[in-house]
């Protein structure tokens, strides 16, 4: 049997060099509060491939940085991500996020959205969550039923905000529609998977949300680690790879799907190429350029609120991801090259909804 974790090991001295590094980390005091587009911590890896003592450094050093919006799932390594927020004393202004899914035997009927939100209540030690998305769509089951249930859960004080995840554009439209007929709570953030290569939310879903004033949450900002440059295409082939979003673990064969496409290699080296050529010996990572593109050169907007979940497996990458994403504006060549990047991915872009 597993042991609910205690409230008091936030406060227990986690291993020194993890330690190190979330001190590190904030150093720069609370520099994130005045970025224009937000970084939100994603905690999809937490109680998966960083235990619990890990993940509590990686929390305190993003919030050392002066960020307070937290984002995890219901069905985030089997409830562990949610356990581990929930033994953390989270205050004000932390801001915590969790969702529902149609996944693994759960749907979004009325009854099991609200067992959901319970559960992840429970293990979020939390009478309430700040925003409560739907994280995908359940094609079997009424949206009116599914909104309703929200409403209740809502008025009844267990969610402020109600967000959205993976739906198309036209079933925004009537969300949004259905929810403002019936007087029912509206959604105010869709959480979409939007990097510099992949950019279909653009064309469509992006001006669908701004009619209806809806913010914009960007997953996948590094491509599930393609924009890293850390692999290379005949990797996929390999079976001496470490675990990460592509190798050994459930999600590896999804996020291989969705990319590890040659045309997304291909775009890599027309970046890296740019990036060479731009800045020469002080030449960024590719990891840098293609979080700057996000927070400098995408259609985010901050003055609407836009935001862009951080995700990783280690503090080391959440200190690079942080870093990466306070830098400035890209030279122009390396914003052409990652135009160029798009126009060879773009007709094999993953579609942003299930």
């Known amino acids: 049997m597993r042991l609910p974790l205690p409230r ?6 986690v291993q020194p060099e993890a330690d190190r590094a979330a001190a590190a980390a904030g150093m720069s005091g609370l520099r994130g509060q005045s970025r224009g587009v937000r970084s939100v911590l994603g905690t999809m890896e937490f109680g998966r491939r960083a235990d619990a003592a890990t993940s509590g450094a990686m929390l305190r050093a993003f919030l050392a940085r002066g960020h307070c919006e937290l984002d995890t799932a219901h069905m985030y390594a089997g409830g562990e991500s949610e356990r581990i927020l929930g033994a953390c004393p989270l205050f004000p202004p932390v801001k915590v996020a969790t969702k529902a899914n149609p996944l693994e035997g759960n749907t979004l009927k009325a009854d099991c959205v609200r067992s959901q939100l319970e559960t992840s209540l429970q293990r979020l030690q939390a009478k309430s969550v700040d925003l409560f998305y739907l994280h995908m769509p359940d094609h079997k089951t009424p949206l009116e039923e599914t909104l309703k249930a929200c409403n209740e859960l809502h008025r009844e004080g267990k969610f402020k905000e109600l967000g959205l995840s993976n739906y198309a554009s036209w079933q925004v439209a009537e969300i949004y529609g259905i929810c403002k007929a019936n007087n029912w709570v509206l959604p105010t953030v869709y959480q979409g998977m939007y990097n510099a290569t992949t950019r279909q939310v653009e064309t469509e879903l992006l001006p669908c949300l701004r009619h209806f004033g809806i913010r914009f949450y960007a997953y996948n900002p590094l491509a599930g680690g393609l924009l890293t440059g850390r692999y290379k295409y005949e990797d996929k082939d390999s079976n001496q790879q470490p675990a990460s979003r592509f190798f050994g673990n ?84 390396v914003v052409e090259a990652f135009e160029k990047a798009w126009h060879l991915t773009a007709h094999d872009c993953p579609s942003y909804f299930r």
């Open 250 to 333: 459930d999600w590896a064969k999804i996020y291989r799907d969705r990319y590890w496409k040659k045309h997304h290699f291909q775009g890599v080296d027309l970046v890296e190429k740019a990036l060479h050529e731009a800045y020469g010996s002080d030449t960024p990572s590719l990891t840098s350029a293609a979080l700057r593109w996000i927070y400098h050169h995408s259609k985010l907007q901050a003055d609407l609120g836009d935001a862009v979940i951080i995700g990783m497996s280690t503090i080391d990458q959440l200190q690079e991801n942080l870093k990466c994403s306070e830098e400035g504006p890209l030279l122009p060549g």
């Open 8 to 13: 008091t090991w936030w406060r227990v001295r």
